[in-house]
């Protein structure tokens, strides 16, 4: 059989998915394809960054209308690269 280069994976947009749904999704991926290990989500590669956080927030969102305060990470950018997970970005 013909060997496959290595690929870049990303997965990104708005999947409305919170944190543990995002761990469940993983934990579950990882049965099937077992480098799904591997994926690393964007933001936390970058060093978490706080003024980064949250796709969702209320509280700075004027445009929304609502009247209580909502602050979530429903927007996500997964990849999954060829090579080491511990690189810097």
Do not use: I
């Not at 469940?24 to 970058?46: G, R």
């Not at 927030?57 to 927007?75: A, E, Q, W």
């Amino acid at each position: 059989s013909r060997s496959r280069a290595p690929r870049t994976v990303v997965l990104a947009g708005d999947l409305n998915a919170r944190d543990d749904e995002v761990a469940a999704a993983k934990k579950k991926a990882k049965v099937l394809y077992p480098s799904a290990a591997d994926a690393l989500d964007a933001w936390s590669f970058c060093g978490s960054p706080k003024g980064h956080e949250f796709t969702w927030d209320t509280s700075v969102n004027t445009n929304l209308g609502v009247m209580y305060k909502s602050r979530c990470r429903f927007d996500r950018c997964l990849f999954l690269r060829p090579g080491p997970a511990q690189a810097a970005p």
